[in-house]
Every structure is written in structure tokens, then in C-alpha cells.
């Protein structure tokens, strides 16, 4: 996986809780600023889940994966 890919999702993510509390983001709006497909995203955001960096705060098939800062 690129390191550039992740510290772009994570920036987007930091960027998006901006002192507030830690607010979902989806996962179409973390592809788009990163410029990703949703796909790759979803590949990203599983690997720094498994790192314990973010956290799925939703399930379920058809369901839009909503991610959040640990």
C-alpha cells in the first residue's frame, strides 16, 4: 500500500475533525479527497483500521462505510 495514499487519507481525516469531535467521514468523500477510487480507499482505510489508526463506525452490506479517527 503507498504511504502517500494513507498520509492523504489521514490529512483529509485531521483535517475534517479540525478540533471538533472526531465526526465519521464516508467513504466516497475520503476517496474524492484523496483522489482514489472508492475501492482503493476502501483498501487504505482497512489497512490503517488493522493499524488501530481508524475505526469503521458502521456495517452492512450496502450500507456507506462511514470511518472515524481512533
Same mark, same amino acid.
Given at each position: 500500500?503507498?504511504?502517500?495514499?494513507?498520509?492523504?487519507? &489521514?490529512?483529509?481525516?485531521?483535517?475534517?475533525?479540525?478540533?471538533?469531535?472526531?465526526?465519521?467521514?464516508?467513504?466516497?468523500?475520503?476517496?474524492?479527497?484523496?483522489? &482514489?477510487?472508492?475501492?482503493?480507499?476502501?483498501?487504505?482505510?482497512?489497512?490503517?483500521?488493522?493499524?488501530?489508526?481508524?475505526?469503521?463506525?458502521?456495517?452492512?452490506?450496502?450500507?456507506?462505510?462511514?470511518?472515524? &479517527?481512533?
Amino acid at each position: 500500500m503507498s504511504n502517500d495514499a494513507c498520509d492523504k487519507i &489521514l490529512s483529509f481525516k485531521q483535517s475534517q475533525a479540525n478540533g471538533r469531535i472526531n465526526i465519521p467521514v464516508r467513504t466516497r468523500s475520503i476517496a474524492d479527497a484523496a483522489g &482514489l477510487t472508492i475501492y482503493q480507499a476502501r483498501a487504505y482505510l482497512v489497512t490503517l483500521e488493522d493499524a488501530g489508526v481508524v475505526e469503521k463506525m458502521n456495517a452492512g452490506k450496502g450500507v456507506s462505510g462511514r470511518w472515524r &479517527l481512533v
